[in-house]
């Protein structure tokens, strides 16, 4: 017999039951009295709840509760749940001896004596805390993943929505400014008209916004300076604002160029500070900053962080959680299209950075908006195409696509008043077998038809005939890498924006032969 089962053999069976639950590391395992007094201790307790023995024993379990949980008499509720169902088992927050928390299971059972008295409780508590940290590491993914989801669903209908919006209000303020200009001026009519345009045109900035959002929208990146911009914004902000909000700016010296959409960025920041303004019906002031930042482990680089900071009415969180989705506002009817954020949204994401939002109720708001610093010369800016160009010479025989016969006729007419003659197709196929049949100068076509894009045909066409200068007129971004490198016209477009690109597409020599509007 060697010596481990002599010693075996000397130990009752309650020394070898106590031996065992003393050397048990990984639970928590002790008796309680009646009372929640702590009769014994084993070295699992000790390790991960931190008292020895002879700092415990004697004392009530309570000790191991919240300052929540004993205020709210969680120890005794457990106590008497256990003494009358014979177990609890729950999971909570308990607390060390040198006051930090942890996540615990918990198991009470209940003893009895021979007699059915109650003689106290046996308690096991095993400490969870890396678990659940892993699990709401989970959630958390899970929740990222399900809002990347819904947004990328909600981008897509929007984006799909403010297309056919766009094509919409192409032959609205196409077929309105036709009128305008071979109508005679008439009091009685004239203003209607013009009224009519005014509120199309704020049609095509919503769908700008709206395709904002879905990352949609046509960017013109270049090298932005953050403080010339704003300082620039001036004017603007003061009178969108109005005296009783004071506006600070603090832009160090040697910030860097961001790489974003100049005009783009503009409009973002006005929408930040009105609504900052909203948040403030009583006043206040708003801040604007900038700062360099590294980037995040999940978006490295280096950014430039712009940020607007109010002191208003803040949001809580169920709010914060929805305020960058299309159309929700917590403003009055017809004081809020719930796009604002939105568009802020959209921008930052396309320039290849981030939105960022802080909140707590009445405790202000900050937005930050994330930018890539700009690399000097490959995000240097294009030299500005000239509004228009004198007719000088005969005009331009033009092809012109588009599946949409509303926009298709208007995008005729406009290009006829431009002085050039004009065929039209409704499909990719049917513009090539017309430039299979005739010679064209110039195709204008759009991007976004079925079977074939206007992207493909641009590719087919001028693979077959590469002197023709080609335009694509869009609302979206999404576009080739050769198709980037044409000229494009974005929806809703007007007859100067026509003749704009028309004088852009065609070359030096060939601009002499670009329309103009009047």
């Known amino acids: 017999m060697n010596n ?26 002790y008796m309680l009295d009646p009372n929640g007094i702590v009769s014994n201790w084993n070295s699992g307790a000790q390790r991960f709840k931190g008292y020895a023995p002879h700092e415990i024993i004697g004392k009530s379990f309570s000790l191991f509760y919240t300052d929540e949980d004993r205020a709210a008499g969680k120890p005794a509720i457990n106590l008497r749940r256990a003494a009358e169902e014979g177990r609890l088992e729950e999971e909570g927050w308990r607390v060390r001896k040198d006051g930090s928390r942890f996540w615990a299971h918990v198991v009470i059972d209940r003893i009895r004596d021979p007699s059915g008295a109650l003689v106290g409780f046996a308690k096991i508590t095993r400490d969870l805390t890396e678990r659940r940290q892993v699990e709401e590491e989970l959630n958390r993914a899970r929740e990222a993943l399900f809002h990347a989801q819904k947004m990328e669903s909600i ?31 008439d009091p009685a009519i004239t203003p209607f008209i013009d009224n009519a345009l005014q509120g199309a045109r704020r049609g095509a900035i919503l769908t700008q916004r709206m395709l904002a959002f879905a990352r949609r929208q046509e960017l013109q990146m270049g090298a932005v300076d953050l403080k010339t911009t704003v300082n620039g914004m001036t004017d603007l902000l003061h009178r969108s604002i109005g005296p009783s909000i004071l506006i600070r700016n603090d832009f160090p010296m040697d910030l860097p160029s961001v ?40 978006r490295p680089g280096n950014f430039v962080v712009l940020s607007v900071a109010d002191d208003g009415e803040g949001m809580d969180a169920a709010t914060l959680a929805k305020a960058t989705e299309p159309f929700f506002t917590t403003k009055g009817v017809g004081k809020g299209t719930g796009l604002g954020l939105s568009m802020v949204h959209g ?61 298709l006729m208007n995008t005729v007419a406009m290009l006829e008043e431009l002085g050039h003659e004009v065929e039209s197709a409704y499909s990719g196929a049917e513009a090539l077998q017309m430039l299979e049949a005739a010679p064209f100068d110039l195709l204008i076509t759009d991007q976004g038809m079925p079977k074939m894009t206007g992207t493909e045909l641009a590719e087919a066409a001028g693979a077959r005939w590469p002197e023709m200068p080609i335009i694509v007129a869009t609302g ?16 809703p477009f007007s007859q100067r924006d026509l003749a704009a690109a028309i004088a852009g597409s065609v070359g030096a020599d060939a601009k002499r032969l670009a329309g103009t509007a009047a």
């Open 4 to 29: 481990s089962d002599n010693f075996d053999a000397s130990l009752s069976d309650d020394g070898r039951y106590r031996l065992l639950v003393e050397a048990i590391s990984d639970y928590a395992i």
């Open 155 to 185: 981008g897509q209908l929007t984006g799909g929505v403010a297309h056919d919006f766009n094509n919409l209000l192409m032959a609205v303020i196409g077929s309105l400014e036709i009128v305008q200009r071979r109508m005679a001026p």
């Open 259 to 298: 790489r974003t959409d100049m005009a783009q960025l503009e409009t973002a920041i006005l929408n930040l500070v009105v609504n900052a303004r909203d948040a403030m019906p009583a006043g206040g002031t708003i801040r604007l900053a900038a700062r360099r930042q590294a980037g995040r482990p999940d």
């Open 347 to 407: 921008l930052a994401e396309q320039s290849g950075g981030f939105l960022e939002l802080t909140s707590r109720r009445g405790a202000g708001t900050t937005a930050e908006i994330w930018l890539p610093v700009a690399d000097s010369e490959a995000d240097a800016r294009p030299a500005a195409t000239p509004a228009s160009t004198a007719i000088e010479s005969k005009p331009l025989r033009v092809l012109t696509v588009d599946d949409d016969a509303l926009v």
């Open 476 to 491: 979206y971004a999404e576009l080739s890498d050769k198709a980037r490198a044409l000229p494009r016209l974005t929806k």
